[in-house]
């Protein structure tokens, strides 16, 4: 069953009852009851946008056609609606991403995830090298290794750096992780 159908809600039976809302808002300023009238107002606003949020894939309804607040709230709920797929949308992408990532580390395919193999690390280091991995500044010095942030914080020092802690570090990098402060 589908959302429409769960809702068990029409957009004619939304959209009449927004404008009979609108309406009965216009008799209440007409009889000067504010309290009535905000009520009104609030309700029409409400399922103008309650309408545009569900079927907002649809032509806007010929009761709102005329009526800035209408059409407003319509247009308002259709963009929240659409705002929302493309959110899912990019969180579903974003998963698959973080799927295959996974898949790439499960499988040591550094090669794969643009990062260097942990031994040729590991042995660079050890030999004096240094090395820039996912931002992060990889330096030896006679204390061992620093790791230096992409927004230049020390963050981290291996005074005897393994191979345990190289394929550590790549994991974090492939996985987009950011070590140390960051500023946002």
């Known amino acids: 069953m589908d959302r429409k159908a769960q809702l068990n809600l029409t957009l004619f039976a939304l959209a009449l009852n927004a404008r009979v809302e609108y309406a009965l808002?216009?008799?209440?300023?007409?009889?000067?009851?504010?309290?009535?009238?905000?009520?009104?107002r609030r309700n029409a606003g409400e399922l103008a946008w309650k309408a545009g949020y569900?079927?907002?894939d649809q032509p806007i309804p010929t009761f709102f056609?005329?009526?800035?607040?209408?059409?407003?709230?319509?247009?308002?709920?259709?963009?929240?609606?659409?705002d929302e797929?493309?959110?899912?949308?990019?969180?579903?992408?974003?998963?698959?991403?973080?799927?295959?990532?996974?898949?790439?580390?499960?499988?040591?395919?550094?090669e794969a995830l643009g990062l260097p193999h942990p031994h040729d690390l590991l042995t660079a280091l050890q030999n004096g090298e240094s090395h820039n991995v996912g931002g992060h500044a990889l330096t030896?010095?006679?204390?061992?290794?620093?790791?230096?942030?992409?927004?230049?914080?020390?963050?981290?020092?291996?005074?005897?750096?393994?191979?345990?802690d190289v394929e550590q570090f790549l994991t974090d990098m492939a996985r987009g992780e950011e070590y140390g402060p960051v500023p946002h």
């Open 140 to 164: 030896p010095d006679e204390d061992g290794v620093w790791i230096t942030n992409p927004y230049g914080h020390d963050c981290a020092l291996w005074q005897a750096v393994t191979i345990e």
């Open 85 to 110: 797929e493309h959110e899912a949308e990019k969180d579903i992408e974003r998963q698959k991403r973080e799927a295959l990532i996974e898949e790439k580390i499960e499988a040591r395919d550094w």
């Open 54 to 56: 569900i079927f907002g």
């Open 25 to 40: 808002m216009w008799i209440a300023s007409i009889v000067e009851d504010e309290k009535c009238w905000s009520t009104r």
């Open 65 to 82: 056609k005329g009526e800035e607040e209408l059409e407003e709230a319509w247009r308002a709920g259709a963009i929240e609606r659409e």
